[in-house]
């Protein structure tokens, strides 16, 4: 067949074609129904939340409200397995129109891809800057579900509640601040450098008291023995539901003799995701203006 012969044979097939493809990228741009996504990872879900969007469906509902708590997700929402291990099946029946995940943690987003178009995000910050990778991380939401303007609504309530938080924690110095959850009752997680509660803490004015290792989350896990090095600060127990170690690990004699236990200088505070972005934020922006205040044994 002569060269001319296939170019006008491609030509033809080329004009035929055209009206498909337009209408396929016109389909790829158009934004994902939001009432159908999935979540797959606590932090993306949260970002979906900022947005005003409930989610369809999120991993290990049962952990979620142990460990986050808030924002409260709805009863219809769907529970679709473990956050690194999935059900696809539950996913596939679903029919999502977009799942969201974190980079680094969780499932393949290839094979996720096989089921919808899938969305990750960074789990934390290189430069241990998470609160403004946050930040960038709702606009870029935003932008993609075509609720930009939602998204810069947000960013504004947020800087809001961080200026409030800085300016009545100005008139209140005082020690720094240790913050820990019981993973059982000998073993805490701490939070240090490099974490989401940290930079806000430094936006706010709040010294923390761990300047310990930490890992590439800005967190570590310690024996509680090690909490009593820390001398002449105050300290937030993050709860964790009706199962929190908290409630065997206070009547041991090692609980009794830490210092900041000893003074009185500790508090029992409301869950909150570590890892989570500018609700999480926000949220301990609040407790911090809650309960840094003479503190009493809780």
């Known amino acids: 067949?002569?060269?001319?012969?296939?170019?006008?044979?491609?030509?033809?097939?080329?004009?035929?074609?055209?009206?498909?493809?337009?209408?396929?990228?016109?389909d790829a741009a158009r934004p994902p129904d939001i009432n159908r996504i999935i979540a797959l990872e606590w932090r993306p879900a949260e970002l979906l939340l900022a947005l005003g969007v409930m989610p369809l469906a999120v991993a290990d509902i049962p952990n979620y409200r142990r460990w986050v708590e808030e924002p409260v997700l709805a009863p219809s929402v769907v529970d679709v397995g473990l956050r690194n291990e999935p059900n696809l099946e539950a996913i596939k029946r679903l029919h999502p129109s977009l799942i969201l995940l974190s980079r680094g943690y969780g499932p393949d987003p290839g094979t996720m891809n096989m089921l919808a178009p899938a969305l990750s995000f960074p789990f934390g910050n290189p430069q241990g800057l998470p609160f403004t990778q946050a930040r960038r991380d709702v606009l870029t939401l935003g932008d993609y579900l075509g609720l930009a303007d939602r998204a810069k609504r947000h960013l504004h309530e947020v800087d809001r509640q961080v200026a409030q938080t800085r300016q009545r924690l100005s008139k209140t110095p005082g020690k720094p601040l240790l913050l820990f959850s019981f993973i059982d009752s000998g073993h805490v997680l701490v939070i240090g450098k490099r974490s989401l509660l940290q930079e806000v803490m430094d936006e706010v004015g709040v010294e923390n008291a761990w300047q310990g290792e930490v890992n590439s989350w800005g967190s570590t896990v310690v024996g509680i023995e090690r909490l009593a090095q820390m001398r002449d600060v105050r300290a937030f127990c993050f709860h964790r539901g009706e199962r929190d170690p908290l409630n065997e690990a206070v009547h041991s004699p090692l609980w009794r003799i830490l210092p900041f236990v000893r003074e009185k200088q500790w508090r029992v505070v409301p869950a909150i995701w570590f890892y989570g972005a500018t609700l999480a934020a926000m949220r301990?922006?609040?407790?911090?203006?809650?309960?840094?205040?003479?503190?009493r044994e809780s």
């Not at 067949?1 to 016109?26: F, S």
């Not at 301990?284 to 503190?295: K, M, S």
Request: proline fraction near 5%.
């Open 1 to 26: 067949m002569c060269t001319h012969d296939v170019y006008r044979r491609n030509l033809i097939k080329g004009l035929l074609l055209a009206p498909w493809c337009r209408w396929k990228l016109a």
């Open 284 to 295: 301990f922006c609040r407790h911090l203006e809650a309960y840094l205040e003479p503190t």
